[in-house]
């Protein structure tokens, strides 16, 4: 299969907040056509873990992780917009990350690559769009890890997106959410293959497998995995001979899910991705809530989550919100019932597809859509 | 110290529901009389970790982990009652279990000791309370672990107890619940030092403190860790040099709880009484939930929980309030208000001791303290 993966080199040093790379890329996918005023276009930023490929293409027909999202006629629809999703800065599928040759040393930076923040994706983000020749975006969105991104972008470039759309993300990392990735770390850290970062070949894969089974319990909810497994057993055949052995079927659907994950990405990157979430703060710029949310220069602003999500739990969507709200902007408010959790935008589509349609049909038929004020806090 | 921790020998072979044991010894610890009727005994069950001394004594000042509930003028008041809190078969404190030596082979049993289930817990505090002469205890009370093994011993034994006390358990474990321990297990099983079981020494002690650090999410709750650590983090001189090192509080607490617990657990007993919360199944009674509850002899049941537990929900508490409901009992349900999660009973004492004084009370003194029905549900 073709790829539809393209790339954006950063020519010369480029400057994180806790240190430099040199000549870093940043690997994209597009849909779409940019329109002659170059005002239709949209940038995505990804949770943690997918790449760019956010939905097929002519290039590469395969399904995308937002593939119901984005398309013709869909609710980003590429008929109107040109839609750029943006693999991120540390990341392990095409852009520059902890994997990568440092030019310095012939070697990957592993543990070397400098701590990575949130802003930092944001600006790589950001170098991406302007080689595009876009100064100003129609709508910079994401969801979980992208959301905080997306947020970070509206915040440094305040000129740079009309609106902003954050889905299932927040102003910060609470403890509760901090310790669950903090655990995840060391799952990885601790495995004997990880050789403090210097790992050759597949590396820590049992620490992988460990950090992404509890992934999947942060990211879904109780309430699902009740109504879809409840104390359903795996039958004889399927287990396995030793004490303790999977014997529910949720362990069997955790072990096949991490059993898909191991392998396509890379440990050292996680550990930095999942560390950046954790550093991110938008009360970091300009020393309060209140004057890193002022900064935002996104005129139209969508803060939406789910109520079941606990890694981001709705109060601290409903927190962005009213910190965001102001006469000079349009805060839109959702807070969505799905049993999902966390990972609702992605297994629960259709409870969001309206929403995404509706903020993105505003600007093209505004009196067939009025945007609703759902500030009810 | 001098201990207070007595044994019951259980003479010959002991079934269990998967295998049998030879001479088993169960640890125990009581306060109080028993008084010459024999009625006033209240057998307590513990969660997965703590050991038998349950609170001080003469024999043993230090405090216990309900000191708070237990003692003269305390909720179970024992100028009244004759306390005596059992050490569970398959822990580490005394009673046999996967570290005990097998007396066929001279060895530790380690992964050769029966899949244990809450049952044969259940079934080893039933042979402590014969050998003390009590044929029908006032109560038998526990919480999490031990409000389940409460539940099974009058499911078991139905003329053995008046009464029952679940706090902060639940029929069965859920699938969110059995994924959690899943993975903590795993944890310790990939523990290179773990050695499929043979370990000598400590042990594998990074995956017992990762297994501990996911008990302590499980345990507490994020509002609880939002208003105590918030974003804090660690001072410079308390952080490590180690990439990825401890930077916030939250991450430092739980690397602190967890180097209490490495060293005083044994692995081998940890998966063995993880695997036994996951196992059981009030409904496996008979082949129903209903059929399971009508087998419960208890005909006073007190219920409760907390609504920030998130191992074993608030709704859970009440399909068990519910399920026990009967013309014949007094069953009562509570479902408090408390940040703690889980471990609310441990830290939020203060909330649990009216309930608990209110329930031990009602026999002593029954026209000041009405039995009130609460299944408000």
Redesign the interface.
């Known amino acids: 299969m073709s790829s539809a993966r393209l790339f954006h080199s950063i020519e010369g040093t480029f400057q994180m907040q806790h240190g430099s790379i040199v000549n870093p890329v940043i690997a994209y996918e597009k849909w779409g056509q940019l329109n002659s005023q170059k005002s239709n276009a949209v940038a995505l930023f990804t949770g943690l873990s997918p790449s760019a490929h956010a939905a097929s293409s002519a290039e590469d027909s395969s399904p995308g992780w937002w593939e119901g999202m984005i398309g013709p006629d869909r609710p980003i629809d590429t008929n109107k917009f040109f839609v750029v999703c943006i693999n991120s800065l540390g990341s392990c599928f095409g852009s520059t990350g902890p994997a990568s040759i440092n030019p310095d040393t012939g070697e990957p930076y592993r543990?070397d690559f400098p701590v990575l923040t949130i802003e930092d994706i944001a600006s790589a983000g950001h170098e991406v769009i302007k080689s595009l020749g876009i100064a100003k975006l129609y709508a910079v969105i994401g969801a979980s890890m992208g959301g905080m991104t997306a947020l970070a972008y509206s915040i440094l470039f305040p000129a740079a997106s009309e609106s902003l759309v954050s889905i299932s993300a927040a102003r910060?990392?609470?403890?509760?959410g901090?310790?669950?990735r903090?655990?995840q770390?060391?799952?990885i850290?601790?495995?004997?293959l990880w050789q403090?970062?210097n790992y050759a070949g597949k590396g820590p894969i049992?620490?992988m497998?460990?950090a992404r089974?509890?992934g999947?319990?942060t990211y879904r909810?109780?309430a699902e995995?009740?109504k879809?497994?409840?104390?359903e057993r795996v039958s004889e055949e399927r287990k396995t001979d030793?004490?303790?052995c999977i014997?529910?079927?949720?362990?069997s659907y955790?072990e096949a899910h991490a059993n898909k994950f191991i392998g396509t990405f890379d440990a050292n990157c996680y550990?930095y991705l999942s560390?950046s979430m954790?550093l991110f703060?938008a009360a970091d710029h300009g020393g309060s809530l209140e004057a890193g949310l002022n900064r935002v220069g996104a005129r139209r602003i969508l803060i939406a989550g789910v109520r079941s999500d606990?890694l981001f739990?709705a109060h601290q969507q409903r927190e962005l919100a009213v910190g965001l709200d102001r006469d000079d902007r349009q805060v839109s408010y959702v807070n969505l019932h799905s049993i999902y959790g966390h990972d609702s935008f992605l297994v629960d589509m259709d409870r969001f597809r309206p929403l995404i349609s509706d903020f993105f049909m505003q600007e093209i038929k505004p009196s067939v859509v009025p945007m609703v004020r759902k500030l009810n806090v």
């Open positions: 543990l910060c990392t609470l403890p509760f901090i310790a669950l903090s655990i770390r060391e799952m850290r601790n495995d004997p403090k970062g049992s620490g497998r460990l089974k509890l999947m319990v909810s109780a995995w009740e879809r497994f409840g104390r030793d004490a303790f014997d529910f079927e949720v362990e955790m550990l560390r954790d703060d606990h739990p």
